[in-house]
């Protein structure tokens, strides 16, 4: 609705494997999370539960753009949490979304005790051979970007977030658009900030 009445057309998934889609957990034997029964479903056929999302949002755009009067010069996406992880790997994936706004997802792939906060429904296997997940939030680059977290977000640790954000900081740099970059705490724990979000959209989408 927020959109809406800023002049988007907005569409608003179900995120396979959050919410009301994907693979149910109908006997509880991946501890009533269907987001790893989604998982689970996925490795057993090659796939992952994350690449599954991410045809699906790619999927979206195809149909929007054919079908909607829409265009992609200002095609925004943005999603909290999980909805945050889907929309920095499909704005790393495709070049179509010129402005993502991930909020409450961001930080290291494995903090420096070794420790790993992100759900297992989110993971890549092999992704550290590649590099960390600011190295995919760079692949968005030189588009513009606003990573959105929680100062009292349990999942991430500011001093986690904050290594993510410089090293990020510095491929945009590198980019030759740094100033299409931006990261904002909002100041409660992981909810999203649409306060934080419609202004830097509306500048990018000038």
């Known amino acids: 609705m927020q959109a ?53 949002m790619e999927r979206l ?6 079908n909607l009067p829409v265009h992609d010069r200002n095609l925004l996406m943005v999603g909290n949490s999980g909805g945050g992880m889907v929309t920095t790997y499909a704005a790393a994936c495709d ?16 903090k420096p005790n ?8 989110n993971a890549i296997p092999g992704i550290l051979r590649f590099g960390e997940f600011y190295d995919v939030a760079g692949l968005i ?4 970007l606003l990573v959105v977290n929680g100062r009292y977000d349990p999942l991430h640790d500011p ?26 705490y909002g100041e409660a724990g992981h909810r999203f900030y649409a306060a934080l979000m419609w202004p830097f959209v509306e500048q990018a989408a000038r």
């Open 61 to 66: 755009v195809d149909w929007a753009l054919s």
């Open 4 to 56: 809406v009445r800023r002049g988007f057309l907005a569409i608003a998934p179900a995120t396979r494997g959050i919410g009301a889609d994907g693979v149910p957990d109908i006997h509880g034997w991946h501890g009533n999370r269907d987001c790893h029964s989604q998982l689970v479903h996925c490795l057993l056929a090659g796939r992952t539960a994350m690449a599954e999302r991410v045809w699906d």
């Open 159 to 184: 001093a986690h977030v904050d290594q993510a954000v410089l090293r990020l900081r510095r491929i945009y740099e590198a980019s030759g658009a740094p100033t299409r970059f931006e990261h904002r």
């Open 141 to 144: 680059a030189p588009r513009h």
């Open 114 to 121: 070794g420790q790993i906060s992100h759900c297992s429904c």
């Open 95 to 110: 070049e179509r979304i010129k402005i993502a706004i991930p909020s409450c997802s961001f930080s290291l792939y494995v």
